[in-house]
């Protein structure tokens, strides 16, 4: 077992959970099972600890409304837990509104759902990885983070939450809501079975969608990273990594426009995962570093550069045993090999140390929209066509003497 750190406690969570109220422009429930209305931030359930940490702020957010991941409130709903920021507004519901403003900064809070089987650490951990994840790259689209547990009733009520949304939104309807979520193969039941069968490891999430109905859509299976007494060798930091990664999805997606737009300049997968990958470890990392992060508690043997590393390994491995003379440009989700993620995180990383760590955001996506396509818009970027640079990533990856220029990559980690 190893030892931790216990650097903020579950009490001190609850507390600053509930610290001050935010602005709920959401519309009028019209039952017990829609929509949120966290206008009040009555602690009924915390405790009386008076624990106070002051968490320094070294970034400088790229959030207009979001400063802080310990500004944020969870309500215990009776059938599941809910979080919104005390910072921010949730979005008021408008799709098109929302539609026509896809891409540009709105400020809004995120929403997290947790089924109520899930432990209490959960749903705070999962809210303030969110939010310092939103204050690092900013909050564009209404974000909802849905936490599924391994209990099959807690999630039946946790569906019955999701579909009077969707409902009421003019998404779906009651029954191809539900049908949905019964599936295994997608939305809530997928989570729920990958929370029974993991037990005590990490999360398995998405970014769902959706463009189409003007925010951005998270599921998750259980992150029992996130749990003190069930997890004896937990590294919260990965679930944290998760987060990130999945919300990255959700800059990428709020960067490529509406409508058709969106598929002409569609990354390739690797670039997909690989960016979200790459900019979730390095930006969690530096979240963690700066304090904007605290986690429930730090663990000893979690080192991102070690994390590089073995994905450096894993992918050249997985590239030799699972899809011989596949190259970076051959990895997909359709195929068998698993190099996709680390791989392409390392083709992201390349392409930071070579050409500046700010490009892929400031540069590449940024400007996406406006081309024609991506590799346009990759060329514009980094001055070098996608044919070149998979030329130049193959040698990278496979000659010996670019050993040193991995080493200062890890270096940089
Ligand atoms: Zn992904």
Same mark, same amino acid.
């Given at each position: 077992?190893?030892?931790?750190?216990?650097?903020?406690?579950?009490?001190?969570?609850?507390?600053?959970?509930?610290?001050?109220?935010?602005?709920?422009?959401?519309?009028?429930?019209?039952?017990?099972?829609?929509?949120?209305?966290?206008?009040?931030?009555?602690?009924?359930?915390?405790?009386?600890?008076?624990?106070?940490?002051?968490?320094?702020?070294?970034?400088?957010?790229?959030?207009?409304?979001?400063?802080?991941?310990?500004?944020?409130?969870?309500?215990?709903?009776?059938?599941?837990?809910?979080?919104?920021?005390?910072?921010?507004?949730?979005?008021?519901?408008?799709?098109?509104?929302?539609?026509?403003?896809?891409?540009?900064?709105?400020?809004?809070?995120?929403?997290?759902?947790?089924?109520?089987?899930?432990?209490?650490?959960?749903?705070?951990?999962?809210?303030?990885?969110?939010?310092?994840?939103?204050?690092?790259?900013?909050?564009?689209?209404?974000?909802?983070?849905?936490?599924?547990?391994?209990?099959?009733?807690?999630?039946?009520?946790?569906?019955?939450?999701?579909? =009077?949304?969707?409902?009421?939104?003019?998404?779906?309807?009651?029954?191809?809501?539900?049908?949905?979520?019964?599936?295994?193969?997608?939305?809530?039941?997928?989570?729920?079975?990958?929370?029974?069968?993991?037990?005590?490891?990490?999360?398995?999430?998405?970014?769902?969608?959706?463009?189409?109905?003007?925010?951005?859509?998270?599921?998750?299976?259980?992150?029992?990273?996130?749990?003190?007494?069930?997890?004896?060798?937990?590294?919260?930091?990965?679930?944290?990594?998760?987060?990130?990664? =999945?919300?990255?999805?959700?800059?990428?997606?709020?960067?490529?426009?509406?409508?058709?737009?969106?598929?002409?300049?569609?990354?390739?997968?690797?670039?997909?995962?690989?960016?979200?990958?790459?900019?979730?470890?390095?930006?969690?990392?530096?979240?963690?570093?700066?304090?904007?992060?605290?986690?429930?508690?730090?663990?000893?043997?979690?080192?991102?550069?070690?994390?590089?590393?073995?994905?450096?390994?894993?992918?050249?491995?997985?590239?030799?045993?699972?899809?011989?003379?596949?190259?970076?440009?051959?990895?997909?989700?359709?195929?068998?090999?698993?190099?996709?993620?680390?791989?392409?995180?390392?083709?992201?990383?390349?392409?930071?140390?070579?050409?500046?760590?700010?490009?892929?955001?400031?540069?590449?996506?940024?400007?996406?929209?406006?081309?024609?396509?991506?590799?346009?818009?990759?060329?514009?970027?980094?001055?070098?066509?996608?044919?070149?640079?998979?030329?130049?990533?193959?040698?990278?990856?496979?000659?010996?003497?670019?050993?040193?220029?991995?080493?200062?990559?890890?270096?940089?980690?």
């Amino acid at each position: 077992m190893k030892n931790k750190s216990i650097v903020l406690s579950l009490s001190f969570m609850m507390l600053v959970s509930f610290c001050s109220s935010a602005v709920v422009t959401e519309e009028t429930p019209t039952s017990t099972l829609t929509e949120e209305t966290p206008t009040t931030m009555q602690d009924t359930t915390s405790t009386t600890s008076t624990t106070s940490t002051t968490m320094p702020m070294k970034n400088i957010s790229k959030s207009d409304t979001l400063t802080n991941t310990d500004s944020f409130f969870c309500e215990d709903k009776g059938n599941y837990v809910y979080c919104a920021s005390s910072e921010a507004a949730v979005a008021p519901y408008n799709h098109t509104d929302l539609q026509l403003k896809w891409g540009v900064k709105k400020g809004y809070s995120p929403e997290v759902f947790c089924a109520s089987d899930l432990q209490d650490t959960i749903c705070p951990n999962v809210m303030s990885a969110l939010l310092a994840a939103m204050i690092e790259w900013g909050n564009y689209e209404p974000v909802e983070y849905w936490v599924i547990g391994p209990g099959k009733e807690a999630t039946l009520k946790l569906v019955e939450i999701n579909c =009077e949304r969707r409902k009421n939104r003019g998404h779906m309807t009651m029954v191809e809501c539900t049908n949905k979520h019964a599936n295994e193969n997608s939305w809530f039941e997928f989570y729920r079975l990958e929370s029974e069968k993991n037990g005590s490891v990490s999360a398995s999430a998405a970014h769902v969608g959706h463009d189409e109905w003007g925010f951005h859509l998270f599921n998750s299976s259980s992150p029992n990273e996130f749990t003190l007494d069930k997890c004896e060798s937990c590294e919260p930091e990965v679930d944290i990594r998760i987060i990130f990664h =999945e919300y990255f999805h959700g800059v990428q997606s709020s960067f490529k426009g509406v409508g058709e737009i969106r598929s002409a300049v569609r990354e390739p997968d690797w670039f997909i995962e690989g960016s979200a990958e790459y900019m979730a470890l390095i930006t969690s990392k530096k979240a963690i570093d700066s304090n904007l992060l605290v986690p429930l508690y730090i663990s000893e043997s979690y080192v991102a550069r070690d994390q590089m590393e073995r994905w450096l390994k894993e992918g050249k491995e997985s590239l030799s045993s699972d899809c011989p003379g596949s190259k970076l440009q051959d990895l997909n989700y359709g195929n068998q090999c698993n190099a996709m993620y680390s791989l392409g995180a390392w083709a992201v990383a390349y392409l930071a140390n070579e050409y500046g760590e700010d490009l892929l955001l400031e540069s590449l996506y940024a400007n996406l929209s406006q081309k024609p396509n991506f590799e346009v818009g990759f060329k514009d970027t980094y001055g070098i066509s996608l044919e070149e640079f998979y030329i130049d990533f193959d040698k990278f990856i496979t000659d010996p003497t670019f050993e040193p220029l991995i080493q200062e990559i890890l270096g940089n980690i």
